[in-house]
């Protein structure tokens, strides 16, 4: 992550003040070690990881006190939302080549009302070490695999490679008056 923020304030008039203001960010993420490139599908979605360069995000801002106890305040300024670390987990990780993921849609005919699935149990036999092998807790039992003993389907998490984060425009308005007792009431609009 690379930030940057610069801002300054004019008092362009003894009742008006302007503020102006620029943010930059960048987020670079890696593209998977290990991508995904089972398939067309696959490799197009597990390849790539879209770094955007464009996030110039100008501000400006204004307070006119426009009558005696009467503030105007207003703003606009654009926003970038940058993504979390989950969002690039799920396609560098859970992409079928570190972690595999299978589908199950029950077992059908090959369970038994004696052999229900139940914890802590698999629906069929999965890749790596045996189950017998499995740790468990002492006094508890090793999975045995009580449905299909075939793999389900396999399917993995990707992410558009012309995925970016979002940018928001956002603005506001806003009057602010005394009133009498040091109270004040504000009315504004954000959008």
């Not at 879209?50 to 654009?78: E, H």
């Not at 698999?122 to 508890?140: D, E, K, Q, R, W």
Request: aromatic share 10%; glycine share 12%.
């Amino acid at each position: 992550m690379y930030d940057g923020f610069g801002e300054d304030t004019w008092k362009l008039r003894r009742n008006l003040t302007l503020n102006l203001g620029i943010r930059y960010d960048l987020q670079l993420t890696p593209a998977p070690a290990i991508p995904n490139t089972s398939s067309t599908l696959a490799a197009e979605y597990n390849t790539t990881i879209k770094n955007v360069t464009d996030r110039v995000q100008p501000r400006i801002g204004f307070s006119w006190n426009a009558l005696k106890g009467t503030i105007v305040r207003g703003g606009y300024g654009v926003f970038t939302g940058l993504n979390q670390g989950s969002t690039y987990y799920a396609m560098r990780v859970e992409n079928g080549m570190y972690q595999i993921n299978y589908n199950y849609n029950g077992c059908g005919a090959s369970c038994t009302a004696a052999a229900p699935l139940t914890f802590p149990n698999v629906p069929f036999n999965v890749t790596g070490p045996s189950l017998a092998n499995a740790l468990y807790p002492t006094g508890g039992a090793a999975p045995t695999v009580s449905g299909p003993t075939l793999l389900g389907l396999q399917s993995f998490h990707g992410l558009s490679p012309a995925f970016v984060p979002p940018l928001v425009h956002e603005f506001s308005l806003a009057v602010e008056q005394s009133l009498p007792g040091k109270m004040s009431l504000s009315v504004g609009y954000v959008g």
